[in-house]
Structures are given as C-alpha cells and as structure tokens.
C-alpha cells in the first residue's frame, strides 16, 4: 500500500485549503483512514477520520465544525477540506491507513510522505 498525500500550501489565518490523499493497492472496507499533522517540536497528533467503507467520520474536538473528511472509493482517494485556519495548525499533515479507528498514530500501519501547510498571520 502506498499513500501520497497533496494538496498542501501556503494560506492566510482564516482561509482554507483542500488536501487529498491518493491510495494504492489494496483498500478493504474495514479499513480507517486517518489525518494526523505534525509541527516542529511537537507531537504527531489526529486531526480526523473516515471507515472507508461505511463512511463513518471522526474529528479531534480541536478542527469540528472547520474541518471536513471525506473519500472517493471508486478512486481511492481521501480529502480533507480545511476552513478557518489557524496559525496554530501550521504543520505537516499526514495520511494514514489503520485496521480500526484510532487517535494513536501507532494504530496506523502505512504512512504518506507529509505533506506541509503553512498559516500566515
């Protein structure tokens, strides 16, 4: 399985960027795909999550109600759709696939590469 995360950028506070994550192999229906991020000096921690196949979506308190996890079965693809950004959230964001859902990375098992967003003040 291989995960390429895009979509990353720079934005000001208070704008939006999409980020996608574009799957290979194979992606059961079990399956939990995750968002975690990661800034300087800082834990990675999880943003939000999707079951592949029932759709079933979960958020860190932190991003509810801004952020929007969704995925494209058919083209093996997930998103993330970010609004109202803050300068906090400047990090590298990562795609992940795990067996079950999680808010501990170690529940993941494959990793993207990162992907970097940058929130201007």
């Known amino acids: 399985v291989q995960l390429q995360a895009s979509g990353g950028g720079l934005v000001q506070a208070g704008g939006s960027l999409k980020l996608s994550c574009a799957a290979s192999?194979?992606?059961?229906?079990?399956?939990?795909m995750g968002w975690f991020r990661q800034a300087p000096g800082k834990e990675r921690e999880f943003v939000a999550a999707?079951?592949?196949?029932?759709?079933?979506?979960y958020y860190a308190d932190s991003v509810k109600g801004r952020f929007t996890i969704s995925r494209d079965r058919a083209n093996k693809t997930m998103y993330l759709q970010m609004n109202s950004l803050k300068p906090e959230e400047a990090a590298v964001y990562y795609c992940?696939?795990?067996?079950?859902?999680?808010?501990?990375?170690?529940?993941?098992?494959?990793w993207g590469q990162g992907t970097q967003v940058t929130v201007s003040s």
């Open positions: 992940a696939r795990g067996n079950s859902y999680s808010t501990r990375p170690t529940a993941y098992d494959y």
């Open positions: 192999g194979h992606t059961f229906s079990s399956h939990v």
């Open positions: 999707i079951r592949w196949g029932a759709g079933s979506t």
